[in-house]
Nanobody, 124 residues
Framework: QVQLVESGGGLVQAGGSLTLSCLAS????????MAWFRHAPGKEREFVGA????????YYTDSVKGRFTISRDNAKNTVSLQTKSLKPEDTAVYYC?????????????????WGQGTQVTVSS
């Protein structure tokens, strides 16, 4: 089993930035791809981006390309989501996810492990 704990959410003004972090514990050696999703009120949980096990590959949804960057430190069992130029529509609960597989998939069902989420609120 793998446990994921997110941190770093908060309230920020439009145009601002935040860095979210996710700490993995448990059987971390089994983790392949890691990803971030978000869930805004009244919407489906949405894929934000994913990063390969090596950290050399990444994939983002179009709405965050150029504004969000995912990185990971396997030695520290952490994955981060750096955000900038935040918009009110980025307001959501952000979830860290992990899978034992290695593709950069945007599908929710691809990920076996999920954190509890951290709230990001962007004010206009």
């Amino acid at each position: 089993q793998v446990q994921l704990v997110e941190s770093g959410g908060g309230l920020v003004q439009a145009g601002g930035s935040l860095t979210l972090s996710c700490l993995a514990s448990g059987n971390t050696f089994s983790i392949g791809t890691m990803a971030w999703f978000r869930h805004a009120p009244g919407k489906e949980r949405e894929f934000v981006g994913a990063i390969s096990r090596s950290g050399l590959g990444s994939y983002y949804t179009d709405s965050v390309k150029g504004r969000f960057t995912i990185s990971r430190d396997n030695a520290k069992n952490t994955v981060s989501l750096q955000t900038k130029s935040l918009k009110p529509e980025d307001t959501a609960v952000y979830y860290c996810a992990a899978t034992i597989k290695y593709d950069l998939s945007p599908g929710r069902s691809y990920y076996q492990y999920w954190g509890q989420g951290t709230q990001v609120t962007v004010s206009s």
